[in-house]
């Protein structure tokens, strides 16, 4: 949905700048004719008809000079018009401007009319028109982009806490899992030194055995030796062959 209005923000945006050529050269037919109007006009009798903020009262159509000293703009009216810088604009900025109305309308058969100035001006209010209508679409496209947006962050925000959370779960696997490693290491090593304990036990008692062992056959062999002493001499051969250190 929202490529789609992107899509349709392009086409207006297109659509603007192409309404735009057109105005400007409108603006630019509507200039040259004031331009050649201008002319015609000066060589015309103007008389003063108002003060600037005052209105120029006339019948009929008549051509109207707004400005000072040789500066000046020129439209067409009917029936008077208001004297100021919101009708004509401000030709001499921060100087006192009147109203000059033609003693004719400026009319010159062979070039020119009232009629073809101001239907070079209607078009120009034309342009204005579409390029506002225009403008209205596109802020509404905007607009309605810029809820898609909200929405989106709105979106985004609940998957990250969701991913948050679900990373948090992660973490206490994972120390729950470090927990019983080190748990089962711990009794790993318990089990080990339990052996080792035994095994030294073994040893001990192997190396108690043997050491009584050792002691008693010595023992005997001195006994055995003292009797064939004590009779005369023979020495009596026992019937068996210590071996000391053997089981």
Same mark, same amino acid.
């Given at each position: ?6 899509? &349709?923000?392009?086409?207006? /945006?297109? &659509? ?24 015609? +006009? ?6 003063? +008809?108002?003060? !600037?903020? #005052? ?7 008549? @051509? ?12 067409? %009216?009917?029936?008077?018009?208001? +004297?100021?810088?919101?009708? %004509? ?5 921060? @100087? ?14 062979? &070039? %020119? ?27 509404? /496209?905007? /607009? *309605? ?13 609940? #998957?990250? #806490? +969701?991913?948050?959370?679900?990373? !948090? /779960? ?15 290491? *711990?009794?790993?090593?318990? *089990?080990?030194?339990?052996?080792? %304990?035994?095994?030294?036990? @073994? ?42 250190? #053997?089981?």
């Amino acid at each position: 949905m929202s490529n789609s209005i992107l899509t &349709e923000i392009k086409q207006l /945006k297109t &659509e603007y700048d192409n309404k735009m050529k057109e105005y400007d050269s409108a603006v630019s037919e509507h200039k040259d004719k004031l331009d050649r109007y201008k002319t015609i +006009c000066d060589m015309s009798s103007f008389k003063e +008809c108002a003060n !600037e903020g #005052q209105r120029c009262e006339f019948s009929g159509v008549k @051509t109207v000079r707004y400005g000072a000293d040789s500066t000046f703009k020129y439209d067409v %009216f009917e029936n008077g018009t208001n +004297c100021s810088n919101a009708v %004509f604009g401000d030709p001499v900025p921060g @100087t006192k401007k009147k109203c000059y109305v033609a003693a004719t309308s400026c009319e010159h058969p062979d &070039e %020119f009319n009232p009629t073809v100035l101001q239907a070079s001006s209607n078009k120009i209010t034309s342009k204005i028109n579409e390029l506002k209508n225009i403008e209205l679409q596109m802020r509404s /496209k905007i /607009k *309605q982009l810029l809820g898609y947006r909200d929405k989106w962050a709105s979106d985004f925000s609940n #998957q990250e #806490q +969701c991913l948050f959370s679900r990373l !948090e /779960k992660l973490d206490n696997r994972r120390d729950r899992l470090v927990d019983d490693e080190i748990a089962s290491s *711990q009794n790993v090593e318990g *089990q080990f030194d339990n052996l080792n %304990f035994q095994i030294n036990q @073994t040893i001990t008692q192997y190396s108690l055995w043997a050491g009584i062992t050792v002691l008693s056959g010595i023992a005997l062999y001195i006994i055995v030796k003292k009797k064939s002493g004590g009779q005369g001499g023979a020495v009596a051969k026992p019937g068996f062959k210590l071996n000391i250190g #053997q089981r």
